[in-house]
């Protein structure tokens, strides 16, 4: 079960990799959108505060960036009633790697430009955060990756995060002109390299007692 499937990016690539999996998603927009796009994969109404499937009916749970939306304190027993004996409840958050130069510089304009802390990001999520009942143990690691994509895609990824959605748009278009000139400052060929850390917790239920 993919939780906070949001418009299906997670869900698919775990339908691709042979998972049946079933998305829960709380709104209408990106429900639908889901079902635009992934046609094949079934999606239903609801939240983690309150999972809609029967109990020990999932062998993994996921949360990619979602797990935030929720109160862990009524999510973590609602995926411990959802899983199966053995199952995986997994948490990830997908973050700009800050130890890169002008990733960092990068972020610092960002909180400089909307007067926000945007660099703190998810960077410190722990085991202790996502889970304050203690019923399950998280472990946490962080998975670096990275991408080289075109310029324009850059902007157009920064310029999806919600901080936008809070500005008007002659702010919004300032900020993105700007930040152009700087990127081709560090990448004058219009490709950037991209490096992300991805945070991710997890964590199992107790496996079925042996005969």
Same mark, same amino acid.
């Given at each position: 079960m993919d &939780? +906070? $499937? +949001? =418009? +299906?990016? $997670? =869900?698919? @690539? /775990?339908?691709a990799r042979g998972a049946d999996v079933i998305a829960v998603e709380p709104g209408d927009g990106m429900a639908a959108?889901? %079902?635009r796009t992934l046609p094949g994969v079934p999606v239903v109404r609801g939240n983690g505060n309150a999972l809609p499937l029967a109990g020990h009916s999932a062998d993994l749970i996921t949360y990619a960036q979602a797990w935030h939306w929720t109160d862990p304190a009524q999510a973590v027993p609602e995926a411990v009633r959802v899983l199966r004996p053995g199952g995986a409840l997994a948490l990830w958050w997908n973050t700009s790697a800050h130890d890169? !130069? #002008?990733i960092a510089e990068a972020s $610092? @304009?960002?909180d400089r430009h909307f007067g926000l802390g945007l660099s703190a990001e998810k960077r410190d999520i722990q085991p202790c955060v996502a889970d304050p009942t203690g019923r399950l143990g998280f472990v946490r690691r &962080? &998975? @670096? #990756?990275? %991408?080289?994509? !075109? /310029?324009?895609t850059h902007l157009a990824n920064l310029g999806s995060h919600s901080v936008f /959605? =809070?500005?008007? $748009?002659e702010r919004s278009a300032a900020y993105l002109a700007q930040e152009r000139r700087h990127v081709l400052d560090v990448f004058p060929d219009g490709i &950037?390299?991209?490096t992300y850390d991805v945070i991710l917790l997890l964590a199992t239920t107790? !496996? !079925?007692p042996t005969a």
């Open positions: &939780v +906070g $499937a +949001g =418009t +299906g990016i $997670a =869900t698919a @690539r /775990l339908h959108e889901f %079902r890169v !130069p #002008w $610092a @304009r960002a &962080v &998975v @670096r #990756w990275s %991408r080289h994509v !075109p /310029l324009d /959605l =809070t500005q008007d $748009a &950037v390299e991209e107790s !496996p !079925p």
